[in-house]
């Protein structure tokens, strides 16, 4: 397996990046179906989703209502049930966060990263930040259909001077 790598000059980094990872060595609809229903995934991907901030702080948030659960149901009575529902929510959460976030390496490994902006959004996805990166891939939407909205409205405001150039060439006639 050693020689596979023997390309990527890494500058001392041995550090392989997950998309590079994913690419060569994963199927993410096979990684999906097992997140969804609830296998064990591929080792190097449940390592990433373990490093990543945002999914530990996902992991924190259910550890706690678990534990609000547990207490509750000790207490006795019904408000334990509520609680447990919103358990469930933020599990069903996690299994979201986690397929979301092979949706956007597959999305990453399928487009050419020409810009800055997705070049960013890249490397944030490499070291975990998936909610950053989705962020500026979102930002990076708006600004594509701002900059379609403005060409648009360039293109209307030349259409509009030369409709008008006619009428008055016709009028003239």
């Known amino acids: 397996m050693e020689h596979r790598f023997q390309h990527i000059h890494s500058g001392g980094d041995t550090h392989i990046g997950i998309l590079f990872y994913i690419r060569n060595h994963v199927s993410i609809e096979h990684e999906i179906s097992n997140i969804v229903s609830g296998l064990n995934t591929d080792i ?3 390592e990433y989703f373990q490093r990543s901030p945002d999914y530990q702080k996902l992991l924190d948030r259910i550890a706690a209502q678990r534990a609000r659960v547990q207490a509750l149901a000790e207490d006795g009575g019904n408000t334990h049930l509520f609680e447990a529902k919103k358990l469930a929510e933020l599990e069903k959460a996690a299994v ?8 956007l390496a597959e999305t990453f490994l399928k487009i050419d990263v020409r810009t800055e902006r997705l070049q960013k959004a890249r490397d944030l996805f490499e ?10 891939l979102v930002e990076s939407e708006l600004l594509h259909d701002q900059d379609a909205l403005i060409a648009k409205m360039e293109y209307l405001e030349k259409r509009k001077v030369q409709i008008l150039d006619t009428i008055i060439a016709l009028n003239k006639s």
């Open 96 to 103: 979201a966060f986690k397929t979301g976030a092979l949706r």
């Open 127 to 136: 070291q975990g930040l998936i909610s950053e990166a989705d962020k500026v």
């Open 44 to 46: 190097r991907i449940h």
